[in-house]
């Protein structure tokens, strides 16, 4: 149910605008002034940490991440974040592998051995890179998208809802204070790492998602412009 409407001044500040609103709304004040829904009890607040978050998030190169990478909790923070990404069908047609401590280590040797059989050619610094790939950060994860026979979502939702995955990831880790990279690379298109992980026929890498924290302060890039990539559908 809404509220009495009350007239607030539209140059009135924040914080008293939503006093105003908060006494004026159904909730009783409980919603304290913040966006909600008209039925009661479902409340949706306004989130400006959130916004900023958004609009200043960077990534960052792997190689400039230092310890402490997310520990336990907040590794569980990051993967609920990433499963509850919109998934038409509730298909989950995601799933988390997880690399820290030796395990990157472990990984990197057998990137370093596909990486030689792939390409004979390559010299000992380049399979050293690979070998140390994933030691540069002290969290990787592989989001891999599965294909799941659905009659309502096309391959093309599914895959859309990985990226989603990937992108709750990396929101979440850096509202828990840590920088993130979501990088690809040879590893996620090469069917002998998709062995090695173990994938089925039905799945694919997504990105190797790298944690850890900051080691200096984030630049920023260029954007596009609004102008350049939005416009308004009207009717001719
Ligand atoms: C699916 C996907 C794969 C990517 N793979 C790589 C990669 O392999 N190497 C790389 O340098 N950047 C890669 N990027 C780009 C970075 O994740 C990142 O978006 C880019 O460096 C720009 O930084 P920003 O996120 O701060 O805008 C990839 C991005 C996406 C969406």
């Known amino acids: 149910m809404r509220g009495p409407t009350v007239k607030t001044p539209r140059n009135a500040p924040l914080f008293a605008r939503r006093d105003v609103?908060?006494?004026?709304?159904a909730c009783?004040?409980?919603c304290l002034g913040l966006r909600h829904s008209q039925s009661e009890g479902n409340i949706v607040p306004r989130s400006p940490e959130t916004i900023d978050l958004l609009l200043t998030r960077r990534s960052v190169k792997p190689?400039?991440?230092?310890?402490p990478g997310p520990d336990e909790a907040d590794l569980e923070i990051m993967l609920r974040a990433a499963s509850r990404v919109p998934d038409h069908g509730k298909l989950a047609p995601w799933r988390f592998i997880v690399f820290r401590g030796a395990a990157r280590a472990q990984f990197g040797k057998v990137l370093r051995h596909i990486f030689a059989a792939e390409e004979p050619r390559a010299d000992e610094d380049r399979l050293k890179l690979e070998e140390n790939r994933l030691l540069q950060a002290p969290l990787v994860v592989?989001?891999?998208s599965r294909l799941v026979p659905s009659k309502k979502a096309p391959e093309w939702e599914q895959r859309l809802s990985a990226g989603a995955?990937?992108?709750n990831m990396l929101v979440a880790a850096t509202a828990l204070g840590f920088v993130g990279a979501w990088l690809t690379e040879w590893y996620a298109y090469s069917d002998n790492v998709a062995?090695?992980?173990g994938?089925?026929?039905?799945e694919r890498v997504a990105g190797f998602i790298?944690?850890?924290?900051?080691?200096?302060?984030?630049?920023?890039?260029?954007?596009?412009a609004l102008a350049d990539i939005v416009s308004e559908w009207k009717s001719e």
Not at 63 to 67: I, P, R
Not at 199 to 202: D, F, R, S, V, W
């Open 21 to 25: 609103a908060a006494r004026a709304c």
């Open 63 to 67: 190689l400039t991440m230092v310890e």
């Open 28 to 30: 009783k004040g409980r």
């Open 195 to 197: 062995k090695a992980l």
């Open 210 to 224: 790298y944690f850890g924290s900051p080691s200096q302060p984030k630049d920023e890039r260029e954007r596009p």
């Open 165 to 167: 995955a990937c992108q």
């Open 199 to 202: 994938l089925g026929e039905n």
């Open 142 to 144: 592989a989001v891999i």
